[in-house]
């Protein structure tokens, strides 16, 4: 597995209800060195393009991080939840019947461009050393503070109320839970995230991943021609 250690560059399409670092994991055990790891967090709940870089390749994985990516997913209108997806149950609940179409494409408008984005309580993030997900859940406040990020585009791409169809192009830092928070502000009914995919990090494209199963055959495969 000489060319893992040297250093490759793997697609991973990420299921549902994995982290990342599961994915990671998995493919640490298969390719047998230690030196994996992933250019960008995808929360459980998400699914789509996960990179991976082995052995010399973890080098690159900043470069690959600070790529635009490119989601597709759906936001929920009429309640918010504390994780701003579904992690968490609903709560918060409003009518949304006098919410139109027309509401819903102009609130699109103030969130394009360069704008300050406050991070969810439910995050990764390090606030004097600590993840934030970990004092949330401690019942601890989190004061985060904003932070700019680019969103180049953001399209409603279907809206079957309460769920509202989108895809956004935006710069790494960008948060889609948040930005699903803050739609709902906007729109005054609340809404949260409900399903996320990444389907673009740079120019590296989600049909051009591999599943887990695939990634296993193929090193399978290779460890096979190895070994004869």
């Not at 230690?34 to 998400?46: E, I, R």
Request: include cysteine; proline fraction near 4%; hydrophobic fraction near 35%.
């Amino acid at each position: 597995m000489n060319s893992f250690e040297e250093g490759q560059v793997l697609l991973v399409d990420k299921p549902i209800e994995w982290t990342s670092f599961d994915v990671v994991r998995k493919i640490r055990n298969l390719i047998r060195i230690k030196k994996v790891g992933h250019a960008g967090t995808l929360d459980p709940l998400a699914t789509g393009l996960l990179i991976l870089c082995t052995g010399k390749f973890t080098k690159r994985i900043n470069e690959y991080m600070a790529q635009e990516k490119e989601y597709t997913g759906s936001f929920t209108l009429g309640a918010t939840t504390p994780t701003y997806d579904l992690e968490s149950e609903p709560v918060n609940f409003k009518d949304i019947h006098l919410i139109t179409k027309e509401n819903i494409l102009n609130a699109t408008k103030q969130f394009i461009g360069e704008i300050m984005q406050i991070p969810p309580a439910h995050s990764a993030i390090k606030i004097d050393g600590k993840r934030v997900y970990e004092l949330a859940r401690q019942g601890k406040e989190v004061k985060i503070e904003p932070r700019k990020i680019l969103i180049k585009e953001f399209e409603i791409t279907k809206i079957e109320t309460p769920v509202v169809f989108f895809r956004v192009v935006c710069t790494t830092g960008t948060y889609i839970r948040s930005l699903a928070n803050d739609f709902g502000e906007a729109l005054g009914c609340g809404a949260y995230l409900s399903s996320l995919c990444r389907t673009r990090i740079g120019d590296s494209k989600l049909h051009d991943a591999k599943t887990l199963r695939e990634w296993e055959d193929e090193i399978k495969n290779i460890r096979m021609q190895m070994d004869s």
